[in-house]
């Protein structure tokens, strides 16, 4: 259980029980306002993920992770839960739109989203203005929650920094193939080009040489303009790529056929994790590598969760930030229990009391390990592994 403000939640509680023995309206005491759920009202969360498109692995994967934990959870404080769910499109303008939609619900109490983190540098700007709470379970950018940057109140996550992963896999590159050079590839948005320059100064600073990333648009099929700018510079031993599936699966085919490059090792980022992204590789694919969560979770709750997925689904896990979305789910659940005020079949939930009880998670045993927030919304338990694509499986190689 997580531990928390102890003295702000107990005067929560006695707020709750002289409404009770006094018999008077409600007042909210929070800053922003309190949602209130009457006698067989449900408790209203949002998803905001990416469910249609080439991505639309990345958040069912994630939508099923908080269904589940939904499922689990049954009911809190003997309300049902329920999700509306919306596609974020893994953009911008997606995430622009779908914060829209959420906000101006007032009886959504909190959002786990987005699955992208372009989607979610708008997103968690809308939620924090309006005042709500939103956790992602696969934003990884260093942006999200860089107080400098595009990091926003009421912004947490429980996916990884990139500035992990990205050392990771240059860590990976220099120690483990050995490989001096290096180039990088991303799409000009805020998680593959945070990662590909995070990696890029990694593996700079491991004393590897590295040029300077180079960028493709997003929806872009021939991806020989940008190899050959590759090409032209130096020919690196190791090519890395941290964008999505549709892209990616060109760069792959592509770069397995472009002179100069038929040497060069290939790999990407977990944008590319999915069956989806395997089929778009193809063969084309076979032996490149992928960073991204270690997903070697153990323990009986991680068992009763796969047997729970393969029982609702029909099928294991489709990509990687099922179990981060599960956490995330519960992480709110477990604040909404905590700082919640009863009057009589009714309960209240302070806005701004759920921020603060989120921010102060500290200990929190998740599936993805013990979850731990900063005052800016990393809460993730961060550890990465090196997959490589083995028969059209990611096989876990490193460390």
Sequence with gaps: MAKRNVISFFLLATISLVLVACNQQFECPDKFECVSYGPNEPIRIASALVIYGPNADLGIDA?????????VQNNLLGHKIELQTEDEGCS?????????????????????GTTCSDAGVPMAELISEAGYV????????????????????????????????????AEFALDVLGVTTAASIHDGGVYTEGL??????SFEALGGTAADPVAINKGDTDMRPVLATIVESSIPEFLYYPVFTA?????????????????????????????????????????????GPDLSFSGES?????????????????????????????????????IAIRDGDTIHIGREALRSCLYATSGFEG????????????CSDPVIKIYQNQDQNYVPIWP
């Design 367 to 378: 599936i993805t390990g013990t979850l731990t927030c900063n005052e800016y919304g990393d």
């Design 302 to 338: 991680y068992y009763n969760f796969l047997a729970a997925y393969e029982n609702k689904y029909g099928s294991n896990p489709i990509s990687v930030y099922h179990a981060h979305a599960f956490d995330a789910a519960n992480m709110i659940f477990s604040c909404i229990e905590e």
């Design 92 to 112: 911008a303008e997606g995430g622009q739109a779908a914060g829209q939609k959420i906000v101006s619900d007032s009886t959504i109490i909190a959002v786990i």
């Design 63 to 71: 939508q099923r992770g908080i269904e589940i934990a939904i499922d």
């Design 196 to 201: 590909a320059k995070v990696f890029t100064d």
């Design 134 to 169: 939103m956790v992602s379970p696969s934003n990884t950018a260093p942006a999200l929650t860089d107080p400098l940057l595009n990091w926003h109140s009421g912004y947490l996550r429980t996916a990884h920094n990139d500035k992990t992963q990205g050392k990771v896999m």
């Design 247 to 291: 892209e990616g699966g060109f760069l792959t085919k592509q770069a397995r056929e472009f002179p100069g490059l038929e040497t060069t090792i290939l790999a990407a980022a977990d944008g590319m994790i999915s069956d989806a992204a395997i089929d778009a590789v193809g063969v084309a694919g076979e032996g490149m590598y992928f960073s």
